[in-house]
């Protein structure tokens, strides 16, 4: 299985690697995975399609050996990476292999340390002090102080005591502590995250590390009741490092709720580039998640305007909206640009003119024409003048196209 | 002479003349003794919306002898009944009237004044109709759901010479007049930006299932000019979480912290040149205002303003301006902080800059109506002050940077956003003619 997963891994990625040479800016990115008390089997896959998906980046997965058998042969040419992401939480590596790790990043190499990476290695000091912050595998004050955030402002906390802990899984908010800096510039500053566990007491060096995000471990869901570091980046040597507590991924689940959340997704392909590079060029999905609800991604990706109307035109509106939300937010995208915006335009009419279409999504369309209609939509609202059900937002629609000349 | 002050004092005389003919049944106090207000002096009251706002409204204007309420009208039969038992205790008689159409409201009743606590999109013709009554009006901000509404009430306030007072309460606070004096006085220097913050957005309640109108609502009425929706037992209060009746939390608390921005820039009578931002809005559910939002306005003279949720400002809620000589922040609670300190002590001498001065929201109005000045509030600050969050909104909806004349009070060069400006009304309702 293993095996398999690897060898598909590597003939994935060879001929991702062929497809991304034409891209200008690929990234070489490695996934070191192997052993985990999560379903690293499941994850790693994931975080592969997330970031080829990109198409910033051709990705590799190297599995370490399995738990308990014999390091000396996991000894990665670290140096040909612009980013490692760590999905790895188990046995040491070699001192050789950390050596060279260690230099991979003092030299200006990427790290992702993606959720159970922060619970590895207690005793690698210099590991500890590149992910800022971690949890379990027997960490206590001598790991350093707990670090969150208390009433807006951060706290170094050395109180003895465990660290690494969380309650039940649940959906909760993610808050933005830095929208200036290129990961999270622009993303909405509170966004609601999909069922996964919420990281808390996390402890470590905490040095040269700035928190991005929090959210608060609330103590009705078994947390701290504090808002503790989701999102965090560090720099070591001259590298950087971007370290998400995101992501839970278990052994025996069916699904990852907490994968598919396009919050996470964004995130973690924006830190990686980021680490990669030290600048983020993807634009925002139209619908990441806010603090009204959460998005999740159906097979990591977000849907294509083409599968959008294709859903648009079957989909009782009535009770959800998130497709024409989706083709809304292209509209502001488009920032009034006339070609974008008539091609919508378009669309709308044929949801207009379709048979299949509700009568809600035909108001919804409606309502939007009553702004952004040209004259194209002109004759298809005239045939729906008389139309029992709409003809309030035809006039509506009508009304206001017409009232600007 | 004002009009509504001409009927005031027709009534007063045939009072007199009633007093004459009939002297056993005048009370007390109708004469004025026992520290009561003489009729002459009294202002006849109603109100219009009688909800959660519209209670407490009514609850002040109560508390003041010389205001006499007798009429009450809502769409909601519970806040009709509610309403009127309280008119009814606080006079220990049964005499206040209800009506369920505000048309009937304005045929029947004389009033002096009247007080509007509505869902934004019923703003415009109802306070046009009072208006054209002559009625003096207390209105609930933001003046109006769209630009052209609120020019249409400005419009029938002037023409009508009527007293309008906005509920923009945070004016008659202390905290903020004296913030905006300091600032208006040079205190923090040449101002160059100003920061405001408002509240966030909530959490989707997806889309509720259609109910059945409970049997207190006129569901049919209440939805009025805006476009009809089956009822999903959302109404009063969460009206303003939807475009059709609102701008949401942007909107909703454009009349306070905006306007005190203005009022401390002294742009009560401008707005800006151009605005530029964006918004996030729910994917899900009948709830589709923005819960985040971040604009940049700058006007003629360079000063800029940066509008956005209180998670996206460094300071949260409240408003921050930026002079060359340091900050002055003030928000509700009291607060009020400077860069200086020093100058929160500060006096201002008789011939620095006096700002308007009230110390009680509604008074400040009845004064007005007896006075015939200006209020604290008039429309047209109003108009000002929402017209920088309904900006905002179409900038966000529209994705565009937008280009306003303040002079015209028009989008330039924009077709697409100037339709925003309005909102067409659902027949049969109409504006009534100024």
């Given at each position: 299985m293993k095996k398999n997963i690897l060898f598909t891994s590597l003939f994935v990625a060879i001929l991702f690697f062929f497809n991304a040479c034409k891209e200008k800016h690929a990234y070489k990115a490695l996934i070191v995975t192997?052993?985990?008390?999560?379903?690293w089997q499941a994850s790693s896959p994931i975080l592969k399609q997330l970031l080829d998906q990109t198409k910033l980046f051709t990705t590799i997965i190297i599995e370490t050996p399995a738990?308990?058998?014999?390091?000396?042969?996991?000894?990665?040419?670290?140096?040909?990476?612009?980013v490692v992401v760590l999905d790895y939480n188990g046995d040491a590596w070699t001192e050789k292999t950390r050596v060279a790790f260690v230099d991979y990043v003092k030299n200006g190499g990427g790290v992702v340390a993606y959720h159970?990476?922060?619970?590895?290695?207690?005793?690698w000091k210099e590991y500890n002090e590149m992910i800022g912050l971690g949890g379990w595998d027997?960490?206590?004050?001598k790991d350093g102080p707990y670090v969150y955030f208390k009433d807006g402002k951060q706290i170094c906390d050395s109180t003895p005591g465990r660290g690494g802990s969380h309650g039940a899984r649940h959906e909760f908010t993610v808050q933005i502590r830095?929208?200036?800096?290129p990961i999270t510039k622009?993303?909405?500053?509170k966004w609601l995250h999909a069922e996964d566990e919420l990281y808390s007491q996390l402890r470590g060096p905490a040095r040269n590390m700035e928190i991005l995000a929090t959210a608060y471990a609330d103590t009705a869901k078994g947390g701290t009741g504090r808002d503790e570091p989701m999102l965090s980046i560090i720099s070591y040597g001259k590298g950087r490092i971007f370290h998400t507590t995101l992501g839970h991924c278990g052994n025996?689940?069916?699904?990852?709720p907490a994968l598919e959340c396009a919050g996470f997704i964004t995130t973690f392909q924006r830190g990686t580039e980021w680490a990669a590079s030290g600048v983020v060029t993807q634009n925002i999905p139209v619908?990441?998640?806010?603090?009204a609800g959460t998005v999740q991604w159906a097979e990591y990706k977000p849907l294509s305007l083409d599968e959008i109307v294709s859903k648009i035109e079957k989909y009782d509106v009535s009770k959800s909206r998130k497709y024409l939300y989706d083709l809304q937010n292209r509209i502001r995208y488009a920032e009034g640009n006339a070609e974008t915006l008539l091609s919508y335009e378009k669309l709308m009419v044929k949801i207009l003119e379709s048979?299949?279409?509700t009568i809600d999504a035909k108001k919804f369309v409606l309502r939007e024409l009553?702004?952004?209609?040209?004259?194209?939509?002109i004759p298809q609202l005239k045939k729906l003048?008389?139309?029992?059900?709409?003809k309030d937002e035809v006039k509506f629609a009508l009304t206001r196209i017409q009232s600007i000349k | 002479m004002n009009s509504s002050r001409r009927e005031f004092l027709k009534r007063s005389t045939s009072a007199a003349v009633g007093a004459l003919i009939l002297?056993?049944?005048?009370?007390s106090s109708a004469l004025g003794l026992n520290g009561t207000t003489p009729p002459s002096d009294r202002i006849v009251m109603g109100s219009i919306g009688v909800g959660s706002q519209g209670t407490s409204n009514m609850n002040a204007f109560l508390k003041f002898k010389q205001v006499q309420y007798v009429a009450v009208c809502d769409v909601d039969t519970k806040h009709i009944q509610a309403a009127k038992e309280k008119v009814d205790s606080t006079y220990g008689n049964k005499n206040c009237r209800t009506y369920g159409d505000f048309r009937e409201f304005l045929e029947k009743e004389k009033l002096d004044a009247v007080c509007l606590s509505l869902p934004d999109h019923w703003h415009s013709i109802i306070a046009v109709s009072c208006a054209n009554k002559k009625l003096d009006i207390y209105g609930e901000k933001?003046?109006?759901?769209s630009i052209r509404e609120g020019q249409a009430i400005s419009a029938a306030v002037h023409k009508n010479n009527i007293i309008w007072q906005t509920?923009?309460?945070?004016?008659?606070?202390e905290n903020f007049h004296r913030g905006v004096e300091l600032v208006r006085n040079g205190r923090i220097g040449k101002i160059s930006h100003v920061e405001v913050g408002l509240p966030d957005g909530g959490r989707s309640i997806g889309t509720p299932p259609v109910i059945p109108v409970p049997e207190e609502l006129n569901w049919e009425f209440w939805l009025g000019p805006a476009l009809n929706v089956p009822y999903r037992?959302?109404?009063?209060?969460?009206?303003?979480?939807i475009q059709d009746y609102s701008g949401g939390q942007l909107t909703d608390w454009a009349g306070h912290h905006i306007d005190i921005a203005h009022w401390g820039l002294g742009f009560d009578g401008t707005g800006p040149v151009s605005i530029e931002g964006k918004g996030v809005y729910p994917?899900?559910?009948?709830?589709?205002?923005?819960?985040e939002y971040d604009f940049n306005c700058v006007y003629k003279d360079g000063t800029t303003m940066r509008v956005a949720n209180a998670s996206r400002q460094?300071?949260?809620?409240g408003t921050i301006w930026y002079g060359d000589k340091g900050w002055l922040r003030v928000d509700r609670g009291d607060v009020i902080e400077a860069s200086?300190?020093?100058?929160?002590?500060e006096k201002i001498s008789e011939n620095e800059i006096q700002v308007y001065k009230s110390t009680n929201h509604q008074q400040n109005f009845l004064e007005c109506i007896k006075s015939r000045k200006e209020t604290i509030t008039p429309v047209d600050t109003a108009l000002r002050s929402i017209s920088v969050g309904l900006l905002g909104e179409i900038a966000m909806l529209t994705g565009q940077k937008i280009q306003w004349n303040?002079?015209?009070q028009e989008i330039i060069d924009n077709k697409m956003a100037s339709r925003l400006l309005s909102r067409p009304y659902r027949q049969p309702w109409v504006l009534p003619l100024i």
């Open positions: 192997g052993q985990n008390n999560h379903n738990k308990g058998k014999d390091m000396s042969v996991f000894n990665p040419d670290f140096a040909k990476y612009d159970a990476a922060d619970n590895a290695f207690v005793n027997g960490r206590t004050e830095n929208t200036e800096h622009g993303l909405p500053v025996g689940d069916k699904t990852f619908d990441f998640p806010n603090s048979n299949e279409a009553s702004w952004m209609g040209s004259d194209y939509c003048e008389s139309s029992a059900d709409l | 002297p056993q049944i005048i009370p933001p003046l109006a759901r509920g923009s309460w945070q004016r008659s606070v037992g959302v109404s009063h209060w969460n009206w303003r979480w994917r899900e559910g009948i709830y589709n205002t923005a819960v460094k300071y949260g809620m200086d300190p020093k100058i929160l002590n303040p002079e015209k």
